[in-house]
């Protein structure tokens, strides 16, 4: 069993910047982490991919980012961070950590993520 909590959820302006960060209650760089990362569901809409991080150290995003997210892993914290700039008021929804250890996928409660002026 993998528990997954997250933080760094909160109210931003439009333009501005936030970073969420996903604590696992298992190594993340361990050999049976398949990938780590992020999903969000916004309200009445289907949950999508924002970024996720394969054990090989690849990088993948949701389309909708355009280069304004970047996901990375702290070894010393044994966290996967979020880092969002030049936010939209689109981007408000529900974020959550999620990971797949020996093929078995865990999720965290989810942080909300509101933009708005």
């Known amino acids: 069993q993998v528990q997954l909590v997250e933080s760094g959820g909160g109210l931003v302006q439009p333009g501005g910047s936030l970073t969420l960060s996903c604590a696992a209650s298992?190594?993340?760089?361990?050999?049976?982490?398949?990938?780590v990362g992020w999903y969000r569901q916004a309200p009445g809409k289907r949950r999508e991919l924002v970024a996720i991080i394969t054990s090989g150290g690849v990088r993948m995003y949701g389309d909708f980012v355009k280069g304004r997210f970047a996901i990375s892993r702290d070894n010393g914290k044994n966290t996967v961070d979020l880092q969002m700039n030049s936010l939209k008021i689109e981007d408000t929804a529900v974020y959550y950590c999620?990971?797949?250890?020996?093929?078995?996928?865990?999720w965290g409660q989810g942080t909300q993520v509101t933009v708005s002026s």
């Open positions: 999620n990971g797949v250890w020996d093929t078995i996928d865990y």
């Open positions: 298992r190594s993340i760089f361990s050999m049976n982490v398949n990938r």
